[in-house]
C-alpha cells in the first residue's frame, strides 16, 4: 500500500521560511514523479512544483519561482519543499502527491496523495 505523509507545516510569518517533508512508503520512490499541490479551503487544488525521478529536473508554478524549491533524496524515499520568503497568499494546506506517469501540473494526473500539512503565513 502506497503511502504518503507530509509534515513540517506550520505558522510563520511574512518573510519567513518552512520546509515541508514527505515520506513515501510501499512503493519503488526513486521510479517516481512527485509533485506538490496546495490548497485554500473553497478553492480548487493547485500545483506548487513537481520533480522527476532523478532529481534533475523541476517545474514551478509562477506565483513561487525563485522562492520554493524542491528536491528529493531517494536513499531516504523523502521528497522536500524549502519555501523562502513566505508571502500571506502561500497560507494552504499543502500536499504531496504521485502516481503521474509524466511531469505533470494535473490534479487528476496523480493518484496517490498524503494527508496535506497546514502552512500559514501571518502578514
Known amino acids: 500500500q502506497v503511502q504518503l505523509v507530509e509534515s513540517g507545516g506550520g505558522l510563520v510569518q511574512a518573510g519567513g521560511s518552512l520546509r515541508l517533508s514527505c515520506a513515501a512508503s510501499g512503493l519503488t520512490f526513486s521510479s517516481t514523479i512527485m509533485g506538490w499541490f496546495r490548497q485554500i479551503p473553497g478553492q480548487e487544488r493547485g500545483f506548487v512544483a513537481v520533480?522527476?525521478?532523478?532529481?534533475?529536473?523541476?517545474y514551478y508554478t509562477d506565483s513561487v519561482k525563485g522562492r520554493f524549491t524542491v528536491s528529493r533524496d531517494n536513499a531516504k524515499n523523502t521528497v522536500y519543499l524549502q519555501m523562502n520568503s513566505l508571502k500571506p497568499e502561500d497560507t494552504a494546506i499543502y500536499y504531496c502527491?504521485?502516481?503521474?506517469?509524466?511531469?505533470?501540473?494535473?490534479?487528476?494526473?496523480?493518484?496517490?496523495w498524503g494527508q496535506g500539512t497546514q502552512v500559514t503565513v501571518s502578514s
Open positions: 520533480i522527476n525521478r532523478s532529481g534533475s529536473t523541476t
Open positions: 502527491a504521485t502516481g503521474a506517469t509524466v511531469m505533470s501540473l494535473r490534479v487528476g494526473n496523480y493518484g496517490t
